[in-house]
């Protein structure tokens, strides 16, 4: 039997894979939640030993997401958009509380900005597939179920959009 020991997906045979599996970790004091993600049963370790290896460096990985978000929220993108979009949307009361836990800015939307964080982390290992890892944020799930969402692809560029 072809297996291979995730560190943080378990026992995976890489002749009979599922097609879902997850994992929780914690990362900056908050809950995130992991998924790796197959289309086909087969798949070679070297792929798997990837995921293994992209988590082992997380802290890395995700200040450079932070950046990418930083430059986009700067030029006016996704990540302004998804601000802007609570901003209007949340009631005085609801914002309010959320900004009590922010960062003490001038300006309400870099407050808002610096409480989005990392939800989910899902990855697509495969050989072919563009997608390597989808990064999800949010503000806070009680409130909106819209998901700010930066994709790398497995050439390392990546993507930011806006989902719910």
Do not use: C
């Not at 792929?47 to 030029?75: H, N, P, T």
Request: no cysteine; net charge negative.
């Amino acid at each position: 039997m072809n297996t291979y020991l995730s560190t943080t997906f378990g026992n995976l045979n890489l002749d009979a894979l599922d097609t879902y599996y997850e994992a929780e970790i914690v990362h900056d004091g908050k809950s995130v939640e992991l998924d790796l993600n197959f289309e086909q049963t087969q798949i070679e370790k070297e792929a798997v030993i990837r995921v293994d290896d992209y988590l082992a460096g997380l802290e890395m990985y995700e200040q450079k997401v932070r950046q990418w978000l930083r430059k986009d929220f700067a030029s006016d993108g996704w990540s302004k958009e998804y601000i802007e979009y609570h901003l209007d949307v949340l009631e005085d009361r609801e914002l309010k509380k959320l900004l009590w836990y922010a960062v003490p800015l001038h300006d309400p939307s870099l407050q808002l900005f610096s409480l989005v964080h990392l939800d989910r982390l899902g990855f697509y290992p495969e050989i072919g597939d563009a997608i390597f890892a989808i990064f999800d944020y949010v503000l806070d799930k009680d409130l909106t179920d819209l998901i700010l969402v930066v994709g790398i692809r497995k050439d390392g560029t990546y993507f930011i959009t806006m989902e719910s």
